[in-house]
């Protein structure tokens, strides 16, 4: 058995075991907090790249410069030629409620639906947990 007092030894990066389970829960509240967004688009049969032109016409710049977002994935579905996929998280509601108020907002909207089949899949994500992520 080590010689190492009991409390040394249940240390983890200088922390002992009820400091370390008040970290997780926080971290835990912090992620929960976060939103995330799914969407999936239809484009009308070839016109995929036009949608994407619209929306790097439109909403790429912001969302490069978007602090509330902590993350964007914009993609293209690969068991379907004409889906788009969107991935983002959020640092919380108030951050997507941002996107949709912007002043290009309606003419990105209005664009994007043209080239569109139908109503396009959107789902709110309540994180659990999140690779990386510190509190």
Same mark, same amino acid.
């Given at each position: 058995?080590?010689?190492? +007092?009991?409390?040394?030894?249940?240390?983890?990066?200088?922390? %002992?075991? !009820?400091? $370390? $389970?008040? !970290?997780?829960?926080?971290? /835990?509240?912090?992620?929960?907090?976060?939103?995330?967004?799914? @969407?999936?688009?239809?484009?009308?049969?070839?016109?995929? &790249?036009? %949608?994407?032109?619209?929306?790097?016409? *439109?909403?790429?710049?912001?969302?490069?410069?978007?602090?509330?977002?902590?993350?964007?994935?914009?993609?293209?579905?690969? =068991? &379907? +030629?004409?889906? @788009? %996929?969107? *991935?983002? #998280? *959020?640092?919380?509601?108030?951050?997507?409620?941002?996107?949709?108020?912007?002043?290009?907002?309606?003419? *990105?909207?209005? /664009?994007?639906?043209?080239? #569109? %089949?139908?109503?396009?899949?959107? $789902?709110? @994500? =309540? +994180?659990?947990?999140?690779?990386?992520?510190?509190?």
């Amino acid at each position: 058995m080590s010689q190492t +007092p009991l409390l040394e030894r249940h240390m983890v990066m200088g922390m %002992v075991p !009820s400091r $370390r $389970r008040e !970290s997780a829960a926080k971290l /835990e509240v912090k992620i929960m907090s976060m939103k995330a967004l799914y @969407i999936r688009h239809k484009a009308q049969p070839g016109k995929r &790249d036009e %949608v994407k032109r619209v929306w790097e016409k *439109y909403a790429r710049e912001y969302v490069e410069g978007a602090s509330g977002q902590i993350a964007y994935v914009y993609g293209f579905d690969d =068991t &379907d +030629p004409d889906a @788009i %996929v969107a *991935y983002q #998280l *959020y640092t919380g509601d108030a951050a997507t409620d941002d996107f949709v108020n912007q002043s290009w907002y309606e003419d *990105y909207q209005r /664009e994007t639906a043209a080239l #569109l %089949v139908g109503q396009s899949e959107f $789902r709110t @994500i =309540t +994180p659990q947990w999140i690779k990386g992520d510190r509190a």
